[in-house]
């Protein structure tokens, strides 16, 4: 399969832990990359390579694999992290690029 | 600094063509990839295509196989994406995007996004 699950809406109390998760068969093979998107703004990479951080991402975000799940921690949730998050892998012939379907971020 | 700069809005009527530019200055233009994804309103993100500016390469997504072209001026380090036969359902914001080169295949940097309209 070349898809890409995720929940479409997760909330999480300021200061709290959240992990928003990202399924699917090409997470065996290769890595994931996860994308913040603000309103009106266009995406901005925050984990790429399974679980590197690009340089202004804060430390409290983090990301793992483990088989065909991957997944996206927020340590301590800020409101700026309030926001969309998309992962992103490549499909099963390596060549196309696959998103999966968001996942909606509240920050309470 | 690394930039994308995109062509503007546009409205279209159903059976048009749209070409949308995306302006690339801040980095050797030809050493990176360009993709092209889109979003139509409160929807994800959904991946078109890409394209090699060194090569000329292109690989699409089988949705769109037939309805678009990707290509590349490098005089003018500029990239375009048209699409043909448009559908109210191509409504969406068009970006560009460019990849990352290293051990990593990642999105590292964005247009600002175009947004299509199409509407009888």
């Known amino acids: 399969s070349s898809e890409l699950t995720q929940d479409p809406a997760l909330s999480v109390a300021l200061g709290q832990t959240v992990r928003i998760t990202c399924q699917g068969d090409a997470l065996r093979n290769y890595y994931v990359n996860w994308y913040q998107q603000k309103p009106g703004q266009a995406p901005v990479v925050v984990i790429f390579g399974r679980n590197n951080r690009p340089s202004g991402i804060p430390h409290r975000i983090s990301g793992s694999t483990s088989g065909n799940t991957a997944s996206l921690t927020i340590t301590g949730a800020q409101a700026e992290d309030e926001a969309d998050y998309y992962c992103n892998s490549r499909d099963s012939t390596g060549n196309h690029l696959i998103f999966g379907g968001g996942t909606k971020l509240t920050v309470l | 600094q690394v930039q994308l700069v995109q062509s503007g809005a546009e409205v279209k009527k159903p059976g048009a063509s749209v070409k949308v530019s995306c302006k690339t200055s801040?980095?050797?233009?030809?050493?990176?990839?360009i993709h092209w994804v889109r979003q139509a309103s409160g929807q994800g993100l959904e991946w078109m295509g890409w394209?090699?500016?060194?090569?000329?390469?292109?690989d699409y997504a089988q949705k769109f196989q037939g309805r678009v072209s990707m290509t590349t001026d490098t005089s003018i380090r500029t990239a375009y994406m048209e699409l043909s036969s448009l559908r109210p359902e191509d409504s969406a914001v068009y970006y560009c995007s460019r990849v990352a080169v290293g051990p990593f295949y990642y999105i590292d940097s964005w247009g600002q996004g175009t947004l299509v309209i199409v509407s009888s």
């Open positions: 801040g980095y050797t233009f030809p050493s990176h990839d």
């Open positions: 394209i090699n500016p060194n090569s000329g390469n292109t």
